[in-house]
């Protein structure tokens, strides 16, 4: 319908938080209608969550909500009440996927498990994304994105050997098993449109976690191989590798031993011209070597920019990056050549600037077309599709149903 890539696939969208919201997004952004269903009272819990304008809350201000949920229609729909089921089922009639995140078993308490579901829509398909799965022993399970990561072994291997264990900063993980979900329930819709083949999918994030290709799946298969637990590595423990402090902030340097000749050439300094630094194991040898070269390291690095090191790295042909600010990351002019933030009219939060496509298709490209919802902002729109006057709308606000 709207020249994208997925313009025809129509989702409806009983996810909230993040991980739910971020896949359903993923479709929204190249073209799927999606329909965001929403509790009339107070909606997608997101709302509350921060960043806030200001450090001002408000539901509708939300930033986290606001990037998960662009491009998304939204309604408010109480799925308890007699009537709220009734349009429910209408809503699924026309739906190719739904995508849900209750807690396991909520689905089918509520009457619209899959089989249920599939008696209004035989060709529909149903993601059901949880914590640990619709099964196992760990089916009930509450869980936040630090129980995850502690438990998928990535937090195991993360920090310093002498203080306890770091996760990922913030929503990371969650956003990112987000982005798998939707390649899953892409690969069931391609099976049902193509193959007529519907289905519903059982989606863990503790599970996409483990398989996630990140140090987790390193940790995980090099165990699996050969026996041995990667440790936490002390900070600077490498030569030349991992995060270092310069004159206005960090910059991660891969250089390492295997590239020491253009290390010493690059900071010039006499005393590390001995060829014995160019031996074999010499720092293992002889640690006092290590010291020296790290003292003349590290002042060198603190006399120098993060953009001054970038350019010499650069020109050096090793590999190094400034650690960026979000105001340099948003300035920075290669993004902004590439388009890679737009700004965009919110009706609450006014002018926004936000993250644009996240990757080019030449024929049937990402759009922005329109911010996250109100809540209950497409009410009317929506339930007017159905065949609901404006006075049963009113009567249904009255009922709080929607």
């Known amino acids: 319908m709207s020249g994208q890539a997925l313009g025809d696939l129509k989702v409806l969208d009983l996810t909230w938080y993040v991980t739910g919201p971020f896949c359903t997004k993923m479709l929204a952004d190249f073209g799927a209608q999606v329909l965001k269903v929403e509790r009339p009272n107070g909606g997608d819990p997101a709302r509350r969550l921060g960043p806030f304008p200001k450090d001002a809350p408000h539901p509708e201000k939300s930033g986290l909500f606001f990037f998960l949920n662009c491009n998304k229609q939204g309604i408010t729909l109480d799925l308890k009440s007699d009537v709220g089921k009734k349009i429910f089922l209408d809503l699924v009639k026309d739906a190719d996927l739904l995508v849900e995140s209750f807690s396991p078993g909520v689905m089918e308490a509520l009457g619209f498990g899959y089989e249920a579901l599939t008696k209004t829509n035989p060709g529909l398909v149903m993601a059901s994304i949880s914590n640990f799965g619709q099964t196992g022993p760990y089916r009930d399970y509450r869980a936040t994105d630090l129980i995850l990561t502690a438990m998928g072994n990535e937090m195991y291997s993360h920090g310093l050997p002498d203080l306890p264990p770091l996760k990922n900063p913030l929503t990371r993980d969650l956003i990112g098993m987000g982005a798998t979900a939707a390649a899953g329930v892409m690969a069931a819709v391609y ?27 390193a940790c995980l298969v090099a165990f699996q191989y050969s026996g041995r637990v990667n440790t936490r590595m002390p900070f600077g423990g490498g030569v030349a590798v991992g995060p270092m402090p310069c ?14 000749s253009k290390l010493i050439e690059m900071i010039g300094d006499e005393s590390l011209k001995d060829p014995e630094f160019l031996e074999p194991d010499i720092f293992i040898r002889k640690p006092e070597r290590l ?12 006399r120098h920019t993060k953009k001054e090191l970038d350019k010499i790295f ?13 105001e340099e990351v948003m300035k920075d002019p290669h993004f902004t050549a590439r388009e890679c933030f737009i700004e965009v009219d919110h009706p609450v939060m006014g ?4 993250l644009g496509r996240p990757f080019i298709m030449e024929k049937t490209p990402w759009q922005f077309r329109m911010p996250a919802p109100l809540l209950g902002q497409h009410n009317d729109e929506v339930y007017g599709r159905l065949g609901y006057s404006g006075e049963d709308l009113v009567m249904l606000r009255q009922r709080g149903i929607i």
């Open 314 to 326: 650069t020109d050096m042909k090793l590999q190094a990056s400034p650690y960026a600010t979000p």
């Open 351 to 354: 002018r926004v600037k936000t």
């Open 191 to 217: 099976a049902a449109k193509w193959k007529g083949i519907s289905q519903y999918l059982d989606i863990s994030i503790m599970e996409t976690l483990l398989a996630g290709v990140d140090y987790r799946m």
């Open 291 to 302: 010291e020296q070269f790290n003292a003349i390291w590290y002042d060198w690095l603190a």
């Open 247 to 260: 004159k206005d902030g960090y910059v991660e340097i891969v250089a390492g031993v295997a590239n020491f």
